[in-house]
């Protein structure tokens, strides 16, 4: 297939965007050093160089096997080829031209012998005799030729003694049987011409030439029809016509056992991981010597530099994970911090796995130690990063630790899944937890799962049974590291990092907390709408995957800036009276953005984290409260468009930008004189889109989908908030009274809310209907 070069420089500029937007300083060399530092340790030779004893010798201490492994029984192999080699049978050439050649030679005789006869022509016969005892090396007198000639011998040999040698012929007929020594009973007859293979049993009389002599001696001496002189002729001249049908194909054969040879497997005996080789002050065996030999020659005793190699591109492959988003955008920033808080922990992984696999090699005792990498707390090490990341950086984060701790414990694909899978359960347990009570309930059904992973690896591995007590206390061990290895460093990440983990966030949502008491007490109408966007927000969250906790704590405190002016903004103005209706456009725009300045600031110092930080200076992004610039355009000013936006950031994450969606949303609910179905679900709508269409969305990781679903949720969720209930009837005629009146002073209120509601954006329009202009 021809690589298209395009796409190649399309990946590779893809990937450097991505890089120089995570930054590019002292955080993406910590995870470059990572690599190389876990690449070395990987290659490093496994362990001490095991001892070796020859047969006959006393071992001067233990050896245990740490893995499992195959050896060869050369000598079993050996004696199993040597017997298939034994019952293969030997492959003869049948030459047939051989009986026919033997046929016409008795033919010819006694052919020739019959037109001497007739012509008397003695001198003719001698020829003949001297000629046949000069080819045969005989002494033959010419009586026994003459005698060859009578009727009655001719008429035996044409009818009996001929047939009977052909069928002989047919059957095949061997050199010398001594060639059968130490084979099978049967044979393989091969005609040399047709290449057909019959099997024959030397059992059922297979002859060799001296057995065919002494056969057809002996019928002819039986037959009682013939004189002594013929049955003497034909004793002494047949014999000479006769020869081998067969002959040995030793080339055949060879290739036939060969063939046969390369299919037998070589017989090994199975090594169990963690069994005993040999004790100390034990005799030392053959058997035992083969299995030294094998443990000696399989470990490592240099730096395996192709395996560093390896393992760095692999996890060069794994680490470019956490800078890429399926949808092809840029998605959260990984900082530098982010950066070297992954680098320090793959590292420290490293280097413990790396530490307790030569520990338990390095153990020269009967103790079984090969189980060790089973009580490895991966599960918990990973489980710190769902406390600060989202799921697809904690999945590739798991992803590193189970691939560099398999890979250092130099365990097999089994145990790798054995890590991996255990990471993601505690991340999912973890997940689900809205306390640390519950966290610390997790542990059984992490042992639970725990014990069903390391089952099927145990079958994968064929565990023998007396070692699963062993797996089963390892296993243990694994889990209840795991839960104290959470909850022991995730203060130092709040601490040395100032993470906001999972379990801050989950403090932060108490609304005991004295930010969320002094916002409940000096501003209650922002207090109500801080609860009411948190329920928005987190349902939304929820829909579309994002991190519904962090979302829910980021809307709580989103507006906690309103503390420091709280009588500027229309929820906390209970007396009807507005400052604004005194102040310049431009005054109290300042007054309304000053809050997100004030907001930022009260969360660094009650160190409510960078990811609340973030939010609250990105929930209004860099839109614009247009009744204030309507506002000052009906007043005769000229507005500038820049002195009138939020200095934003534009929202960063989902959660963010989920967050500016349902504040803006709440507040222009809350402003609907008659909220009904129909009003919110179109509202919501249309505000929505707005947002998108300002462009205030363009950095958040969403997608179309998810719009969809956040609309649909926000709906779901207004609409039950404003819900209709059954007037009481002293209460319907004071409403009817006061309604027209309540409806002017809402409308008032409103052009004090930080976020419209769903009224025309002019600019928006007058850009669209430019667009418009220019597609015509």
């Given at each position: 297939?021809?690589?298209n070069?395009?796409?190649?420089?399309?990946?590779?500029?893809?990937?450097?965007?991505?890089?120089?937007?995570?930054g590019?300083?002292?955080?993406?060399?910590?995870?470059?050093?990572?690599?190389?530092?876990?690449s070395?340790?990987?290659?490093?030779?496994?362990?001490?160089?095991?001892?070796?004893?020859?047969t006959g010798?006393?071992?001067?201490?233990?050896?245990?096997?740490k893995?499992?492994?195959l050896?060869?029984?050369?000598?079993?192999?050996?004696?199993?080829?040597?017997?298939?080699?034994?019952?293969?049978?030997?492959?003869?050439?049948?030459?047939?031209?051989?009986?026919?050649?033997?046929?016409?030679?008795?033919?010819?005789l006694?052919?020739?012998?019959?037109?001497?006869?007739i012509?008397h022509?003695?001198?003719?016969?001698?020829?003949?005799?001297e000629?046949?005892?000069?080819?045969?090396?005989?002494?033959?007198?010419?009586n026994?030729?003459k005698?060859?000639?009578?009727?009655?011998?001719?008429?035996?040999?044409?009818?009996?003694?001929?047939?009977?040698?052909d069928?002989?012929?047919?059957?095949?007929?061997?050199?010398?049987?001594?060639?059968?020594?130490n084979?099978?009973?049967?044979?393989?007859?091969?005609?040399?011409?047709?290449?057909?293979?019959?099997?024959?049993?030397?059992?059922?009389?297979?002859?060799?030439?001296?057995?065919?002599?002494?056969?057809?001696?002996?019928?002819?001496?039986?037959?009682?029809?013939?004189?002594?002189?013929a049955?003497?002729?034909l004793?002494?001249i047949?014999?000479?016509?006769?020869a081998p049908?067969?002959a040995?194909?030793?080339?055949?054969?060879?290739?036939?056992?060969?063939?046969?040879?390369?299919?037998?497997?070589p017989?090994?005996?199975?090594?169990?991981?963690?069994?005993?080789?040999?004790?100390?002050?034990?005799?030392v065996?053959?058997?035992t010597q083969?299995?030294?030999?094998?443990?000696?020659?399989?470990?490592?005793?240099s730096?395996?530099?192709?395996r560093?190699?390896?393992?760095f591109?692999?996890?060069?492959?794994?680490?470019l994970?956490?800078?890429?988003?399926p949808?092809?955008?840029k998605?959260r920033?990984?900082?530098?911090?982010?950066?070297?808080?992954?680098?320090?922990l793959?590292?420290?992984?490293?280097?413990?796995?790396?530490?307790?696999?030569h520990?338990?090699?390095?153990?020269?005792?009967?103790?079984d130690?090969?189980?060790?990498?089973y009580?490895?707390?991966?599960?918990g090490?990973?489980?710190?990063?769902?406390?600060?990341?989202s799921?697809?950086?904690?999945?590739?984060?798991?992803?590193?630790?189970?691939?560099?701790?398999?890979?250092?414990?130099?365990g097999?694909?089994?145990?790798?899944?054995?890590?991996?899978?255990?990471?993601?359960?505690?991340?999912?347990?973890i997940?689900?937890?809205q306390?640390?009570?519950?966290?610390?309930?997790?542990?059984?059904?992490?042992?639970?799962?725990?014990?069903?992973?390391?089952?099927g690896?145990a079958?994968?591995?064929?565990?023998?049974f007396?070692?699963?007590?062993?797996?089963f206390?390892?296993?243990?061990?694994n889990a209840?590291?795991?839960?104290l290895i959470?909850?022991?460093?995730?203060?130092?990440?709040?601490?040395?990092?100032?993470?906001?983990?999972?379990?801050?966030?989950?403090?932060?949502m108490?609304?005991?907390h004295?930010l969320?008491?002094?916002?409940?007490?000096?501003?209650?109408?922002?207090y109500?709408?801080c609860?009411?966007?948190?329920n928005?927000?987190?349902?939304?969250?929820?829909?579309?995957?994002?991190?519904?906790?962090?979302?829910?704590?980021?809307?709580?405190?989103?507006?906690?800036?309103?503390?420091?002016?709280?009588?500027?903004?229309?929820?906390?103005?209970?007396?009807?009276?507005?400052?604004?209706?005194?102040?310049?456009?431009?005054?109290?725009?300042?007054?309304?953005?000053?809050?997100?300045?004030?907001?930022?600031?009260?969360?660094?110092?009650?160190k409510?984290?960078?990811?609340?930080?973030?939010?609250i200076?990105?929930?209004?992004?860099t839109?614009m409260?247009m009744?204030?610039?309507?506002?000052?355009?009906k007043?005769?000013e000229?507005?500038?468009?820049?002195?009138?936006?939020?200095?934003?950031?534009?929202p960063?994450?989902?959660?963010?930008?989920?967050?500016?969606?349902?504040?803006?949303?709440?507040?222009a609910?809350?402003?609907?004189?008659?909220?009904?179905?129909?009003?919110i679900?179109?509202?919501?709508?249309?505000?929505?889109?707005?947002?998108?269409?300002?462009?205030?969305?363009?950095?958040?990781?969403?997608?179309?989908?998810?719009?969809?679903?956040l609309?649909?949720?926000?709906?779901?969720?207004?609409?039950?908030l404003?819900?209709?209930?059954?007037?009481?009837?002293?209460?319907q005629?004071?409403?009817?009274?006061?309604?027209?009146?309540?409806?002017?002073?809402?409308?008032?209120?409103?052009?004090?809310e930080?976020?419209?509601?769903?009224?025309k954006n002019?600019?928006?329009?007058?850009?669209?209907t430019?667009?418009?202009e220019?597609?015509?």
């Amino acid at each position: 297939m021809k690589t298209n070069p395009l796409s190649i420089k399309e990946l590779y500029l893809h990937i450097k965007t991505m890089l120089l937007y995570h930054g590019h300083s002292y955080g993406l060399c910590a995870l470059f050093v990572m690599l190389i530092f876990l690449s070395f340790l990987s290659g490093l030779p496994y362990g001490q160089t095991p001892a070796l004893f020859v047969t006959g010798e006393i071992a001067t201490q233990t050896v245990i096997a740490k893995r499992d492994f195959l050896i060869e029984d050369e000598e079993g192999t050996k004696e199993r080829k040597a017997k298939i080699r034994a019952i293969q049978p030997l492959v003869f050439d049948y030459n047939p031209e051989v009986a026919t050649r033997v046929r016409e030679g008795i033919l010819n005789l006694i052919h020739t012998i019959n037109t001497l006869e007739i012509n008397h022509d003695e001198e003719g016969l001698k020829k003949i005799q001297e000629q046949f005892n000069k080819t045969y090396l005989t002494h033959l007198d010419f009586n026994t030729f003459k005698t060859l000639a009578q009727a009655n011998t001719q008429e035996y040999t044409f009818e009996t003694l001929l047939p009977w040698i052909d069928n002989q012929m047919v059957q095949g007929i061997l050199s010398d049987n001594r060639i059968l020594f130490n084979t099978t009973n049967t044979i393989i007859i091969r005609d040399r011409n047709t290449k057909m293979e019959r099997v024959r049993s030397i059992s059922n009389g297979l002859l060799d030439l001296h057995a065919l002599t002494v056969a057809m001696g002996n019928k002819i001496r039986a037959e009682q029809s013939l004189s002594e002189e013929a049955r003497s002729a034909l004793l002494k001249i047949f014999p000479y016509f006769l020869a081998p049908t067969l002959a040995l194909n030793q080339e055949e054969t060879n290739q036939k056992i060969n063939s046969l040879l390369a299919t037998v497997k070589p017989i090994y005996f199975q090594v169990h991981n963690g069994e005993i080789i040999v004790r100390e002050g034990d005799l030392v065996t053959r058997e035992t010597q083969l299995k030294l030999q094998t443990i000696y020659n399989s470990s490592e005793i240099s730096f395996n530099f192709y395996r560093a190699m390896g393992s760095f591109i692999l996890g060069f492959m794994l680490t470019l994970g956490l800078f890429m988003t399926p949808s092809g955008q840029k998605g959260r920033i990984l900082h530098s911090k982010d950066q070297v808080f992954i680098a320090l922990l793959v590292s420290l992984v490293g280097c413990l796995a790396f530490a307790l696999a030569h520990f338990g090699h390095s153990i020269s005792s009967e103790l079984d130690t090969s189980l060790l990498p089973y009580a490895f707390p991966v599960a918990g090490i990973a489980g710190l990063a769902v406390l600060i990341f989202s799921a697809r950086r904690y999945c590739v984060l798991g992803f590193l630790i189970a691939f560099f701790s398999s890979l250092l414990f130099q365990g097999d694909v089994a145990l790798f899944l054995y890590y991996f899978i255990s990471t993601m359960v505690n991340t999912w347990l973890i997940l689900r937890s809205q306390s640390r009570q519950d966290v610390v309930l997790s542990i059984i059904p992490l042992f639970l799962i725990l014990i069903l992973i390391g089952l099927g690896t145990a079958l994968m591995q064929h565990l023998i049974f007396t070692r699963y007590l062993t797996l089963f206390i390892m296993i243990t061990t694994n889990a209840i590291l795991s839960i104290l290895i959470l909850f022991a460093l995730s203060p130092v990440l709040e601490l040395i990092f100032g993470y906001t983990t999972r379990f801050r966030l989950m403090e932060l949502m108490n609304l005991d907390h004295p930010l969320l008491q002094e916002i409940m007490m000096n501003t209650p109408g922002t207090y109500h709408h801080c609860l009411v966007v948190s329920n928005l927000v987190e349902a939304g969250a929820k829909a579309i995957g994002a991190n519904s906790l962090l979302a829910k704590v980021g809307a709580l405190y989103h507006d906690i800036g309103k503390i420091a002016h709280p009588h500027y903004f229309s929820e906390n103005q209970f007396d009807g009276i507005n400052p604004h209706d005194k102040l310049s456009p431009r005054m109290s725009c300042l007054i309304i953005f000053s809050h997100v300045k004030n907001g930022v600031e009260l969360a660094e110092k009650y160190k409510l984290g960078q990811e609340i930080t973030d939010m609250i200076s990105q929930h209004h992004g860099t839109r614009m409260p247009m009744a204030f610039f309507l506002k000052a355009k009906k007043l005769g000013e000229e507005p500038k468009e820049e002195d009138y936006r939020y200095a934003g950031p534009r929202p960063q994450t989902k959660e963010a930008a989920i967050l500016m969606m349902a504040d803006t949303l709440e507040a222009a609910i809350r402003s609907i004189p008659d909220p009904s179905p129909a009003r919110i679900s179109s509202t919501v709508e249309t505000l929505v889109k707005n947002i998108y269409a300002e462009g205030q969305l363009d950095e958040a990781d969403l997608t179309f989908k998810d719009l969809n679903k956040l609309i649909e949720s926000f709906t779901r969720t207004l609409r039950a908030l404003n819900h209709q209930r059954v007037a009481y009837p002293q209460i319907q005629n004071l409403q009817d009274k006061d309604k027209n009146k309540t409806k002017e002073e809402k409308i008032e209120k409103s052009t004090e809310e930080k976020i419209e509601p769903p009224i025309k954006n002019p600019l928006l329009e007058e850009k669209q209907t430019t667009n418009n202009e220019e597609k015509k």
